[in-house]
């Protein structure tokens, strides 16, 4: 682990360099898409399963069996007890390609042929049992089956959502060898007109925020692309890919619900003080987390996820989250403790904000998203109207003040013990010397107006200029506690 990603704030400082995602320039190169890399073709060549199921993957699933581990067992006593899964189709097409049931796979093929809904839950289903259970699929079966993709493949206009473009991109694939000039127009059609278009553009100009339910599709995609068109489609904006995992962590609730079958980490949700907890939402969130460490498992990002993930009190046991939970997760990659990922999670493309006090359940927690302010403590949420004045919040790692309440402020004073680490000293002398012990604390202004320039005078650091993100925040790492900073709009806008 770098010396970065150990450090509890220097995370968020690299942030600062993404504001050049902001011009307008780049946006739209990224919009026209000839900067962009693109895959070389969109003909799936590779063999069944040509979904998710790899072969490294396939092995480590039959070997989960074999040594009746944990998942297994769980999702073994639930399939033996007649459990009603609410995903029923894909459920029995895993467990035909794990224990190689016969049964399971003609239940899977059954449900695929006789299925009306034309939801996208259920039509993803379709795919995955097309592609996983071909051999066991009469050309009736097939014809039922294969018409309904058909139809996904020839909906008129671009996806409208990352599901609806995940279910599209896995009916082509599964279609792929009995369809592949329609396969093949899918897949571009997919890649052309909505993840460029609609998807990276809209992550540009924050017009799409991709939620930590809605990763779980976004993951997929990824995967479908990588191993049936060996494409990576991380490298359309690398940037914000590589950040994602951390941000996805801060993005929970610092305190666990209690379900029935297990605990559940709950993912931010504008709806929460009047819904209540989603053990839906989170079931995804958590589904999508086990992906994204399967996609890339030596990137350091996913090796902190891979340690926020590897606790028994969060293995999903329920109908729904079992067969995420054995199809993605692997208790033997090794992961690294979440306690090292930083209390501050600044998406400066997003234009969103995540704090915590510390890694405890009890922590308190403060979150911007989707142009709104969180306040999490205590276990009780409440909204805070980041356009109007407020006190200054002191998150231990950081502090945020509101633009309205005042033009100048200062900075908390801390002793260096009261963060999660040691600070770096200030001054060219001796570092060790007391009077050079100053901590440092990172600050954050929201309520500003978006993508300006402003003018920022700290006590001893002299004038600096800074630009607010696309949420209008703006960020001003590290600076000496109890100083005064004072800011304005930059004269030359």
């Given at each position: 682990?770098?010396?970065?990603?150990?450090n509890?704030?220097?995370?968020?400082?690299?942030?600062?360099?993404r504001?050049a995602?902001?011009?307008?320039?780049?946006?739209?190169?990224?919009q026209?898409g000839?900067?962009?890399?693109?895959?070389?073709?969109?003909?799936?060549?590779?063999?069944?399963?040509?979904?998710?199921?790899?072969?490294?993957?396939?092995?480590?699933?039959?070997?989960e069996?074999?040594?009746?581990?944990?998942?297994?067992?769980?999702?073994?006593?639930?399939?033996?007890?007649?459990?009603?899964?609410?995903?029923?189709?894909?459920?029995?097409a895993?467990?035909y390609q794990?224990?190689?049931?016969?049964?399971?796979?003609?239940?899977?093929?059954?449900?695929?042929?006789?299925?009306?809904s034309?939801?996208?839950?259920?039509l993803?289903?379709?795919?995955?049992i097309a592609?996983?259970?071909a051999?066991?699929?009469?050309?009736?079966?097939?014809?039922?089956?294969?018409?309904?993709?058909e139809?996904v493949?020839?909906a008129?206009g671009?996806?409208?959502?990352i599901?609806?473009a995940?279910?599209?991109?896995l009916a082509?694939?599964?279609?792929?060898?009995?369809?592949?000039?329609?396969?093949?127009?899918?897949?571009?059609?997919?890649?052309e007109?909505?993840?460029?278009?609609?998807?990276?553009?809209?992550?540009?100009?924050?017009?799409?925020?991709?939620?930590?339910?809605?990763?779980?599709?976004m993951?997929?995609?990824?995967?479908?692309?990588?191993?049936?068109?060996?494409?990576?489609?991380?490298?359309?904006f690398?940037?914000?890919?590589?950040?994602?995992?951390?941000?996805?962590?801060?993005?929970?609730?610092?305190?666990?619900?209690?379900?029935?079958?297990?605990?559940?980490?709950?993912?931010?949700?504008?709806?929460?003080?009047?819904?209540?907890?989603?053990?839906?939402?989170?079931?995804?969130?958590?589904?999508?987390?086990?992906?994204?460490?399967?996609?890339?498992?030596?990137?350091?990002?996913?090796?902190l996820?891979?340690?926020?993930?590897?606790?028994?009190?969060?293995?999903?046991?329920?109908?729904l989250g079992?067969?995420?939970?054995?199809?993605?997760?692997?208790?033997?990659?090794?992961?690294?403790?979440y306690y090292?990922?930083?209390?501050?999670?600044?998406?400066?493309i997003?234009?969103?904000?995540?704090v915590?006090?510390t890694?405890?359940?009890?922590?308190?927690?403060?979150?911007f998203?989707?142009?709104?302010l969180?306040?999490?403590?205590?276990?009780?949420?409440?909204?805070?109207?980041?356009?109007v004045?407020?006190d200054?919040?002191?998150?231990?790692?950081?502090?945020?003040?509101?633009?309205?309440?005042?033009?100048?402020?200062?900075?908390?004073?801390?002793?260096?013990?009261?963060?999660?680490?040691?600070?770096?000293?200030?001054?060219?002398?001796?570092?060790?010397?007391?009077?050079?012990?100053?901590?440092?604390?990172?600050?954050?202004?929201?309520?500003?107006?978006?993508?300006?320039?402003?003018?920022?005078?700290?006590?001893?650091e002299?004038m600096?200029?800074?630009?607010?993100?696309?949420?209008?925040i703006?960020?001003?790492?590290?600076?000496?506690?109890?100083?005064?900073?004072?800011?304005?709009?930059?004269?030359?806008?």
């Open positions: 682990m770098t010396d970065e990603m150990s509890q704030t220097g995370w968020t400082r690299r942030n600062l360099l504001l995602a902001l011009l307008p320039g780049f946006r739209a190169r990224a026209n000839p900067t962009l890399p693109v895959p070389e073709g969109f003909r799936v060549y590779t063999d069944a399963p040509r979904l998710f199921l790899l072969p490294s993957r396939l092995r480590l699933l039959r070997r069996r074999e040594r009746r581990s944990l998942r297994w067992e769980q999702f073994e006593t639930l399939w033996n007890a007649g459990t009603q899964f609410p995903e029923f189709g894909w459920t029995a895993l467990r794990i224990a190689q049931d016969q049964a399971a796979g003609n239940q899977a093929v059954a449900w695929a042929a006789s299925a009306t034309g939801s996208d839950s259920v993803r289903q379709i795919a995955l592609d996983w259970c051999p066991l699929m009469s050309a009736a079966d097939k014809t039922a089956i294969f018409a309904k993709l139809r493949l020839n008129p671009p996806a409208g959502s599901a609806e995940r279910t599209k991109i082509a694939v599964a279609l792929s060898e009995v369809r592949p000039a329609a396969s093949e127009k899918a897949l571009r059609e997919v890649y007109g909505f993840w460029i278009p609609a998807f990276i553009a809209g992550l540009h100009t924050a017009k799409l925020h991709v939620s930590n339910a809605e990763a779980s599709a993951i997929e995609m990824m995967h479908a692309f990588r191993d049936n068109l060996s494409f990576d489609l991380r490298e359309t690398p940037e914000w890919f590589r950040d994602y995992p951390l941000i996805h962590i801060l993005a929970h609730y610092p305190e666990p619900f209690p379900a029935a079958e297990n605990e559940f980490r709950i993912p931010a949700d504008p709806e929460l003080d009047k819904r209540g907890p989603d053990v839906t939402k989170a079931t995804l969130s958590r589904a999508a987390e086990l992906a994204m460490v399967a996609f890339d498992a030596n990137a350091p990002e996913t090796q996820l891979q340690g926020f993930l590897m606790n028994d009190r969060f293995l999903m046991r329920g109908a079992i067969t995420y939970e054995l199809m993605w997760a692997n208790p033997y990659q090794p992961g690294l403790s090292h990922v930083p209390l501050v999670a600044h998406d400066a997003g234009g969103e904000l995540y915590r006090s890694w405890e359940d009890d922590a308190a927690w403060l979150a998203f989707g142009g709104e969180q306040l999490f403590a205590n276990g009780e949420v409440a909204r805070v109207d980041p356009t004045a407020h200054p919040i002191d998150m231990v790692e950081a502090t945020v003040f509101f633009a309205k309440s005042a033009t100048k402020f200062l900075v908390p004073e801390r002793k260096a013990e009261d963060r999660g680490k040691p600070e770096p000293s200030r001054g060219d002398s001796d570092p060790t010397a007391p009077e050079n012990d100053i901590p440092l604390d990172d600050v954050f202004i929201i309520g500003l107006e978006p993508t300006r320039r402003y003018h920022v005078e700290v006590d001893g002299g600096l200029e800074a630009s607010s993100d696309i949420g209008g703006v960020y001003l790492p590290g600076l000496p506690a109890g100083a005064e900073v004072r800011f304005g709009l930059s004269p030359a806008v």
